[in-house]
């Protein structure tokens, strides 16, 4: 339960919420360049991880216990120990370049096409989502191995952790893991993007331009 709530939150609410073209316009008016959406994308991440890290504590905390099905002792836990948003600030910045990359690339890439002639249509979305896929993976892969070994590390920090890491390993140990993290994003990029661009159509009239 716990899990469920905080990928409702972030990736149901917020992330897209804040990236429909009247958000953009509220942050930047009128201008839809890569800054002004990598900010929305920055906003929208940062903000969604910030609501949702307390769940992503109390999953981590039900797993590695005897907490039953929904975790709810967990949440319970990090409410009563004051633990709630032990170790954020990585999970915050990987939520953020999560969305930053993702949503950046896909719209950025739609544009590419777009303004090439190329049909708006499905084919045009599953392009794009792949794209966006291969995008925040290689950017997010780093901090993700980062905060594995953080969490299973007595590093005293983030940033001591990662440098004990490349000390030991080099450069190629923030890429471990890239292939089977795309492979998970793969779909639930193509699905978000595809359904969300469909709904977009039927309830507006049109596709996110």
């Not at 919420?17 to 002004?36: D, F």
């Not at 967990?74 to 633990?83: C, D, K, Q, S, Y």
């Not at 719209?107 to 979305?125: E, I, N, Q, V």
């Not at 492979?183 to 990029?189: I, M, Q, V």
Request: positive net charge; glycine residues 8%; hydrophobic residues 45%.
């Amino acid at each position: 339960m716990a899990h469920i709530i905080s990928e409702f939150v972030h990736k149901g609410i917020v992330r897209l919420a804040i990236n429909l073209p009247e958000k953009r316009n509220a942050i930047a008016p009128n201008v839809k360049t890569p800054g002004a959406m990598a900010l929305s994308g920055l906003l929208g991440g940062a903000l969604g991880y910030t609501l949702a890290a307390p769940f992503f504590h109390a999953t981590r905390l039900a797993q590695v216990s005897e907490d039953g099905l929904f975790g709810l002792r967990a949440l319970r836990r990090i409410v009563r120990e004051r633990i709630a948003y032990r170790g954020a600030g990585l999970l915050i910045a990987r939520g953020a370049t999560i969305s930053t990359t993702q949503l950046t690339t896909y719209d950025s890439t739609k544009g590419f096409c777009r303004d090439r002639g190329l049909d708006d249509g499905p084919a045009m979305h599953v392009a794009c989502s792949v794209a966006a896929s291969l995008a925040v993976t290689t950017a997010m892969v780093p901090l993700d191995v980062t905060l594995t070994h953080y969490q299973t590390s007595a590093s005293p920090s983030p940033l001591a952790c990662a440098r004990d890491m490349y000390q030991q390993h080099g450069p190629r140990i923030f890429l471990r893991g890239w292939l089977p993290l795309w492979a998970r994003f793969l779909p639930s990029s193509v699905l978000t993007f595809v359904i969300y661009e469909q709904a977009r159509k039927v309830l507006v009239g049109e596709f996110l331009k």
